[in-house]
């Protein structure tokens, strides 16, 4: 929604020396709350005597408000997850942000740090908006978010790029399902992340039933055979040039079959290594993939490569343009263990979108 002029009666903008940055946060995506736990930890990290910070949440209805710049109260408690709930109503217009409350308030913005996971918020949705309006943006642009949320022209792209990635079939609504291999297989949504809607199937019987249970986030099916490998995963950063950090080991328990939404971020039954137990030689090969998968995918800022490090050698799984920004989370941890801490690590992206500045990536 962009407000004309004829809607706005007074302006109140006064700016100060330092760089106003706008942390936005929340969505409509089944990653909501994720995101709200990542926005509390950048919005802590944001050192206030070098920028202005604004907080901005967007509702599970879609509709965005001005949240208190308060990290605690995004942070999840006694089991209970966080949520953008009630606030003073805004609107994305060129330059800024307008407030909906009849009285035409204007604040400007000069770079945008959108903390958003899933769809309708790492998938190019808000990057375009924010294009349309001029504003500067922390991650990848349009073509890149959307292409690595949408796992299939993902790994159309990578295999272009002469990447490897693993056997999978795709499934659109009225389409018979026919897996790759003899299994077992990962069912998953298209275009969403967390491990929403995944199940591990080892019975063709049982396919039917794990595609509706993904078609309840996506209509859009992929079914991927599944590869026995040691998960591992490395961060990039973008700049002159690119680099990649240490990677990371994942490793599953707590009667878990895979890294799933209850492992990432409600058990805490998953164990890490950071930095991964890898010879040099494997480490650069790491490296060398994830710049190359970064670079294939015309990704910006940063983005997180997921893979399966197989016998035969790495195998990308994921891309991921806005990955999980808790203290916790892998690519902040990767980043600290490679000597970049997470304010470090927060000041950079937001210097490299303040370089790169508004238009196209």
């Known amino acids: 929604m962009f407000p004309t002029d004829r809607d706005v009666v007074a302006v109140t903008d006064a700016r100060s020396s330092r760089p106003r940055v706008a942390v936005v946060f929340g969505g409509r995506s089944g990653e909501h709350a994720v995101s709200c736990i990542s926005a509390a930890s950048v919005l802590r990290a944001l050192d206030r005597d070098r920028y202005e910070v604004i907080a901005v949440g967007i509702r599970p209805d879609g509709r965005w408000v001005l949240a208190p710049d308060e990290p605690a109260a995004l942070e999840a408690r006694d089991g209970v997850l966080p949520s953008v709930a009630s606030g003073t109503e805004v609107a994305v217009i060129p330059g800024g942000w307008s ?14 740090f959108p903390v958003l996971h899933g769809p309708y918020g790492e998938d190019g949705t808000i990057q375009g908006l924010l294009d349309l309006a001029g504003l500067p943006y922390v991650g990848s642009g349009v073509f890149a978010s959307a292409a690595a949320m949408d796992k299939e022209h993902m790994k159309v792209l990578l295999a272009a790029a002469g990447l490897q990635v693993g056997p999978y079939t795709v499934v659109r609504s009225g389409d018979p399902i026919h897996p790759p291999g003899d299994g077992p297989w990962f069912v998953k949504p298209a275009r969403a992340g967390s491990s929403l809607g995944i199940s591990k199937v080892g019975d063709r019987a049982a396919l039917a039933t794990a595609v509706s249970r993904a078609r309840q986030h996506d209509d859009k099916v992929l079914i991927e055979a599944m590869i026995a490998g040691r998960e591992i995963e490395c961060g990039v950063l973008d700049g ?3 680099r990649a950090s240490l990677p990371a080991e994942i490793h599953v328990g707590g009667g878990h079959e895979f890294y799933d ?7 805490g039954s998953a164990s890490f290594d950071v930095p991964a137990e890898l010879d040099p030689t494997m480490v650069g090969k790491v490296q060398a993939l994830a710049l190359q998968a970064f670079r294939a995918l015309d990704c910006a800022g940063l983005a997180r490569v997921d893979f399966f490090l197989t016998e035969q050698g790495p195998i990308v799984n994921e891309v991921n343009t806005m990955p999980g920004f808790t203290p916790y989370s892998m690519y902040p941890r990767m980043w600290a263990a490679s000597g970049l801490d997470y304010p470090q690590l927060v000041d950079e992206l937001i210097r490299l979108a303040l370089q790169r500045g508004s238009g196209l990536r």
């Open 99 to 112: 407030v909906l409350d009849g009285s035409g308030t204007r604040t400007g913005v000069d770079v945008v």
């Open 240 to 242: 002159a040039p690119a």
């Open 261 to 267: 939404f209850e492992a990432k971020y409600l058990d």
